[in-house]
């Protein structure tokens, strides 16, 4: 009896899809691919050995069955035209991290500490 399919959200699919691939390196940067991967471990979706450079993923049976039922659901979508025409989306793009591409904005330069004005007290006046 097929078990019943698990939510995962876009950087999951991504991670689930590049084990299944076989981990290529060079694909995967940084670490937020194991987090994603610890998430699908919880899942009983990808088995996960060693730590730092020995660290590895592999899909379970349940990974597998998992990713076959999201290939076949993005199939149906693609000929039926219930996505919109909206085009599947691309493939895994070499070293770039699912949803990496926020970048947090700046963080604003302190006052001088040499500086004697506060918001407390009035500017100083013009001479």
Same mark, same amino acid.
């Given at each position: 009896?097929?078990?019943?399919?698990v939510s995962l959200n876009d950087a999951q699919v991504a991670v689930l899809r590049w084990i299944a691939a076989g981990?290529?390196?060079?694909?995967?940067?940084?670490?937020?691919?194991?987090?994603?991967?610890?998430?699908? !471990?919880?899942?009983?979706?990808?088995?996960?050995?060693?730590?730092?450079?020995?660290? !590895?993923?592999?899909?379970?049976?349940?990974?597998?069955? *998992?990713?076959?039922?999201l290939e076949r659901e993005l199939s149906s979508q693609a000929t039926d035209g219930r996505n919109g025409g909206i085009?599947?989306?691309? *493939?895994?793009?070499?070293?770039?991290?699912?949803?990496?591409?926020?970048?947090?904005?700046?963080?604003?330069?302190?006052?001088?500490?040499?500086?004697?004005?506060?918001?407390?007290?009035?500017?100083?006046?013009?001479?």
């Amino acid at each position: 009896m097929p078990r019943p399919a698990v939510s995962l959200n876009d950087a999951q699919v991504a991670v689930l899809r590049w084990i299944a691939a076989g981990s290529p390196a060079g694909v995967m940067e940084g670490y937020t691919h194991r987090i994603s991967a610890s998430a699908l !471990r919880t899942r009983d979706l990808v088995r996960i050995s060693g730590r730092g450079e020995t660290w !590895r993923a592999e899909l379970t049976d349940r990974g597998r069955e *998992q990713l076959e039922r999201l290939e076949r659901e993005l199939s149906s979508q693609a000929t039926d035209g219930r996505n919109g025409g909206i085009p599947a989306p691309a *493939q895994l793009t070499p070293g770039v991290e699912p949803r990496a591409a926020a970048v947090p904005a700046p963080r604003p330069k302190p006052l001088s500490k040499t500086s004697n004005w506060s918001p407390t007290c009035s500017p100083p006046a013009a001479a």
